[in-house]
């Protein structure tokens, strides 16, 4: 999955930071704890810092930070 992804947009969703294989990690858009499954439509890419940044906070909650 996050190959397949990494081909179709290579960058973080948060920062905007080039990834490739070593950099990229699956990103729940709702995260595991708030309910978020491991949908395809679900899942987004971002770098380590910025996924662990955003924990199981929402969207709204962690771009308003």
Known sequence: MR???L???PWC???GKKLDE???TLEHIIPHARGGGNEAENLTLAC???NS?????LIPQ???A
């Open 48 to 50: 380590e810092p910025c």
């Open 7 to 9: 081909q179709v947009w």
């Open 53 to 57: 940044a955003r924990g199981a906070e």
């Open 13 to 15: 969703c948060w920062c």
């Open 22 to 24: 070593a950099t990229a």
């Open 62 to 64: 962690f771009v308003a």
């Open 3 to 5: 190959y397949a992804k």
